[in-house]
């Protein structure tokens, strides 16, 4: 995935060895990293993606687990969650194949829709098919995804207090040796300096936080985001700078924080109350940022402020 992972754990009667826990954590990783990867093009979803349209190909229920979970998304959220943005990427200069950050002309953008749209991708009979030339990219949920095929692995392995983190997705549950629940900052999205802005008490949540403050370029005076809009084919244009989701799922969490900074403030706010999620948006106002979170977000992780 291009990034970092963490596992913290509480060593406890029952819990297997250190070396264990982490040759299976490695395994996961590795195999997640086989058959996911749009970084090597041995992966069985880069074979899938130079194949032709109209074709289908053998898939490991992993692969078939994402798209499922994708395609979920892309219903819920009307097209705004779109698995199939690899050669948009690409175009702007944010993907595995981009050739440098660019705002790419008109005619450009419109000849790389032809290819974008998770409409054209379906399982059938344990096999992944294509109706139009498209490229599969699992990167808006593959971390969450990680993330619970860790836990569940170590949960195996006798562990019951953990903290998994993979390149900033993450899931805690159980309590530290000192008996309290494991803590996180959400970040101030700023592109100065890293400000904790909320302490976050976790217990048997995933968290997943999407911004556009890390990952961006500009171009005669304007930013262009690396998350894209699969209507426009063009990168968000609003105030929100970032949004975090709390699920049970941190798959679900880390596709929720991907629709919901497509959607932007005043239509993600909506679709988050709609489907009582536990949100919390960042939005630019001025020179600084207002906050906004939803009721389910506050009453899970009220307690946390107050430690």
């Not at 060593?11 to 395994?27: F, I, R, S, W």
């Not at 063009?234 to 929100?240: E, F």
Request: aromatic share 8%; proline share 4%; net charge negative.
């Amino acid at each position: 995935m291009g990034s970092t992972y963490s596992v913290k754990y509480v060593q406890a009667e029952g819990v297997a060895p250190k070396a264990e826990l982490q040759a299976a954590t490695e395994a996961i990783l590795a195999e997640i990293d086989e058959q996911m990867s749009t970084y090597r093009s041995d992966s069985l979803i880069e074979v899938f993606n130079r194949s032709p349209s109209g074709s289908c190909q053998d898939m490991p229920e992993g692969v078939l687990d994402l798209v499922a979970a994708g395609n979920r998304l892309h219903e819920e959220s009307g097209g705004a969650f779109d698995l199939t943005l690899e050669p948009l990427l690409d175009l702007w200069g944010f993907g595995p194949k981009g050739q440098g950050e660019a705002v790419p002309s008109e005619q450009q953008l419109a000849e790389v829709r032809q290819r974008v749209g998770q409409q054209h991708l379906r399982i059938e009979d344990g096999k992944l098919c294509k109706d139009a030339d498209i490229e599969v990219d699992f990167n808006s949920i593959a971390a969450g995804y990680a993330v619970d095929r860790i836990i569940a692995r170590l949960g195996e392995l006798g562990v019951r207090s953990y903290l998994v983190e993979a390149t900033g997705e993450l899931k805690a549950a159980g309590l530290k040796p000192d008996g309290k629940h494991w803590r996180i900052g959400l970040e101030e999205p700023r592109d100065d300096q890293r400000v904790a802005q909320r302490i976050l008490q976790l217990d048997g949540y995933g968290i997943s936080t999407s911004g556009d403050y890390r990952n961006y370029f500009e171009e005669g005076g304007q930013r262009y985001s690396h998350t894209l809009d699969p209507m426009s084919g063009k990168p968000v244009n609003h105030t929100l700078a970032a949004v975090t989701v709390a699920d049970p799922s941190t798959l679900r969490a880390d596709g929720l924080s991907t629709l919901l900074m497509v959607l932007g403030p005043q239509a993600g706010i909506a679709f988050a109350e709609r489907n009582q999620l536990a949100a919390f948006f960042v939005t630019r106002e001025g020179d600084g940022f207002a906050t906004y979170s939803t009721t389910e977000f506050e009453q899970l992780f009220a307690a946390g402020d107050e430690q």
